[in-house]
Each structure stands twice: as structure tokens, then as C-alpha cells.
T-cell receptor, first 114, second 111 residues
Framework: SAVISQKPSRDICQRGTSLTIQCQVDSQVTMMFWYRQQPGQSLTLIATANQGSEATYESGFVIDKFPISRPNLTFSTLTVSNMSPEDSSIYLCSARDQLNTEAFFGQGTRLTVV | QKEVEQNSGPLSVPEGAIASLNCTYSDRGSQSFFWYRQYSGKSPELIMSIYSNGDKEDGRFTAQLNKASQYVSLLIRDSQPSDSATYLC???????????FGTGTRLKVLA
């Protein structure tokens, strides 16, 4: 299984600022994903990060708010822009190599916006 | 209709009993199914994957898949207090790499 390192593990940010979350995988993977998990809720997919092309966003999420980079097959970043208290959540990075293989998760980033 | 549905629970079982967790999905063409366990404050960890109809066993865990009924389940035998967690069902819709997660079932194993 892939080992995924995500940082920061937590942060407290002022509203109106931006935070970039980094995700590093210990092996090359085809697909990387970014999820949000509100307290007591399940995981909601924000976007799929494709290497060499723009990310694919799910309904309700837009690139201006959540810009994503995927410069190579082992690394991705998610930026939460112009933050408001409603963005307080856990953000999770996930990676998967091929169809019919499992996805693994980073440790998550607990974001609090004040 | 939600794409992946689970009973949110909590499901309480006594120690040593069998816990049965259920999940239904809407995309009939889905090919990949997964169960994750998530402890409070932690990220999800993979327990089981299943791709074909029938049962798949791994230690105390058995995943069951019925594509005709669009139903996947997880059985935990000899439940332990350490199994107390939220169990997330994930489905990979046909032709995609992404996972869609259910809302999760919170399991409490009573000592």
C-alpha cells in the first residue's frame, strides 16, 4: 500500500486568507483525490487531481475556491482560498493507482477558520 | 437518491457477537466496492475490497457483494471493543477512478 504524507496536520487561519495543503505519496500513482469531511459527516469528494492536466471538480466545488496542483505523479496540493468559517473542516488527500485497486488516505488536515 | 446509502447507526453489539453492516448503491455499473474503518479524529483505513459477487473473507471480516440487488455488506465476527468506529462503504462508479462514500455506520461494541 502507498504511504501518503499530508501537511499541515492542523491549522488555525484568519478569514479571508488562504491555506495550501500538501500531499506526498511514496510511490507514483495515477490518481489523487481531495476530500472534505465536515464534523460528524462522511467524506465529500472535492476534486480529482490529474497529472499534467487540470483537476476535475465535483458539483459544488470550483477552481477559484479550491485550486489544485499536480506537478508530478507523487505530489499534489490543495489551496483553500479566501477562507470563511464555513471552510472549517478536515481535508483529506487520497491516492489510487489503477482501477480495481484500493485507495489510501493521508492523515488529514484539520482546518479551523476564525 | 443518494448514490451510496448506509444506516448511520449507532449499531450496538455485545463483545463477541457478529456485527452486520449494510450498504446499497445506485450505479448498477459499479465494479469496485470497499469498506473503510475510521476512528474518531483519524483518517479512513481500508479493511476490505470486493469486486465479484459472493463472499470475501479476511480474518474476522467478511465482505459480501450482490450486484443484482446493488448491495454490499460487511460482517465482523467476534466483535471487540476496539472495533468500535465508523465504517464507511465506498463505491467506485463504472468507468471512473473516484470513490463515492456512504454516510458511514457508527459501530459500538459493548464490553
Amino acid at each position: 500500500s502507498a504511504v501518503i504524507s499530508q501537511k499541515p496536520s492542523r491549522d488555525i487561519c484568519q478569514r479571508g486568507t488562504s491555506l495550501t495543503i500538501q500531499c506526498q505519496v511514496d510511490s507514483q500513482v495515477t490518481m489523487m483525490f481531495w476530500y472534505r469531511q465536515q464534523p460528524g459527516q462522511s467524506l465529500t469528494l472535492i476534486a480529482t487531481a490529474n497529472q499534467g492536466s487540470e483537476a476535475t471538480y465535483e458539483s459544488g466545488f470550483v477552481i477559484d475556491k479550491f485550486p489544485i496542483s499536480r506537478p508530478n505523479l507523487t505530489f499534489s496540493t490543495l489551496t483553500v482560498s479566501n477562507m470563511s468559517p464555513e471552510d472549517s473542516s478536515i481535508y483529506l488527500c487520497s491516492a489510487r493507482d489503477q482501477l480495481n485497486t484500493e485507495a489510501f488516505f493521508g492523515q488529514g488536515t484539520r482546518l479551523t477558520v476564525v | 437518491q443518494k448514490e451510496v446509502e448506509q444506516n448511520s447507526g449507532p449499531l450496538s453489539v455485545p463483545e463477541g457477537a457478529i456485527a452486520s453492516l449494510n450498504c446499497t448503491y445506485s450505479d448498477r455499473g459499479s465494479q469496485s466496492f470497499f469498506w473503510y474503518r475510521q476512528y474518531s479524529g483519524k483518517s479512513p483505513e481500508l479493511i476490505m475490497s470486493i469486486y465479484s459477487n459472493g463472499d470475501k473473507e479476511d480474518g474476522r471480516f467478511t465482505a459480501q457483494l450482490n450486484k443484482a440487488s446493488q448491495y454490499v455488506s460487511l460482517l465482523i465476527r467476534d466483535s471487540q471493543p476496539s472495533d468500535s468506529a465508523t465504517y464507511l462503504c465506498a463505491v467506485s462508479p463504472s468507468g471512473t477512478y473516484k470513490y463515492i462514500f456512504g454516510t458511514g455506520t457508527r459501530l459500538k461494541v459493548l464490553a
